[in-house]
């Protein structure tokens, strides 16, 4: 059974830092992409960004500069470095695999997706 499962979220203050981890089993998820999204209250849920199956990484425009994204592969685990964050990064963090290497914008290009863990960032 393919299962993701994240952690590291919790209460924050502007400024600070989080690092989510999205850990893999069932399967081994280095020829797949993976890609992370959020969802605050009352939104749509949204591309924040990706590492691709030969890791390259992309960003969505709103966390360029300040998020990193980086896998480890003997741990079947991806990464999501935040820092300098901001209260509208409050949110649940869904880590996902794409069904392909690539990294996609929209949630339908993914198949798997984790339980989702909180992130609030307080001003």
């Known amino acids: 059974q393919v299962q993701l499962v994240e952690s590291g979220g919790g209460l924050v203050q502007a400024g600070g830092s989080l690092r989510l981890s999205c850990a893999a089993s069932g399967r081994t998820f280095s020829s797949s992409g993976m890609g992370w999204f959020r969802q605050g209250p009352g939104n749509s849920r949204v591309f924040v960004g990706g590492?691709?199956?030969?890791?390259?990484?992309s960003y969505a425009d709103s966390v360029k500069g300040r998020f990193t994204i980086f896998r480890d592969i003997a741990k079947n685990t991806v990464y999501l470095q935040m820092n300098s964050l901001k209260p509208e990064g409050t949110a649940v963090y869904y880590c996902?695999?794409?069904?392909?290497?690539?990294?996609?914008?929209?949630?339908?290009?993914?198949?798997?997706w984790g339980q989702g863990t909180q992130v609030t960032v307080s001003s």
């Open positions: 996902a695999t794409a069904r392909d290497g690539g990294v996609y914008l929209f949630a339908t290009a993914y198949d798997y």
């Open positions: 590492i691709t199956s030969s890791s390259a990484t």
